[in-house]
């Protein structure tokens, strides 16, 4: 990984697991995963309602959230799409820095 470009990846720590014939994972709402299959097989999900506020963030994505972004790439085009990944890096470094505070308290 690029840890320059991506200093968040610093304080990642990755899970590893194969899982065998009828064994299952429980992936919490949420998290990140990638899943590599050794051999043809197949993959079932299922997805349930999470909590009430990760159902009402999933509500207002739907419902309102997705059509203002489409809207404002409408009429922005590549000026709302740049403003979007500033933000990003923004709060990405402002979790990064927060997480070194209470890492150097500890």
């Known amino acids: 990984p ?3 470009k991506h200093p968040g990846l610093n304080f990642v720590k990755g899970q590893h697991t194969i899982l065998k014939k009828g064994e299952t994972l429980f992936m919490p709402a949420k998290y990140w995963h990638y899943i590599k299959y050794q051999k043809p097989s197949i993959g079932i999900s299922f997805r349930s309602l999470s909590k009430l ?4 963030d999933g509500f207002a994505f739907v419902a309102f959230k997705m059509h ?4 404002l790439r409408l009429a922005l085009g590549d000026k709302w799409f740049q403003y979007k990944t500033r933000k990003a890096k923004e709060r990405a470094l402002a979790e990064i820095n927060s997480y070194k505070q209470k890492m150097e308290a500890a």
Do not use: A
């Not at 506020?53 to 009402?56: I, T, Y």
């Not at 203002?68 to 809207?71: A, E, H, I, W």
């Open 68 to 71: 203002l972004d489409k809207g």
């Open 53 to 56: 506020p990760f159902v009402l």
């Open 2 to 4: 690029d840890y320059e």
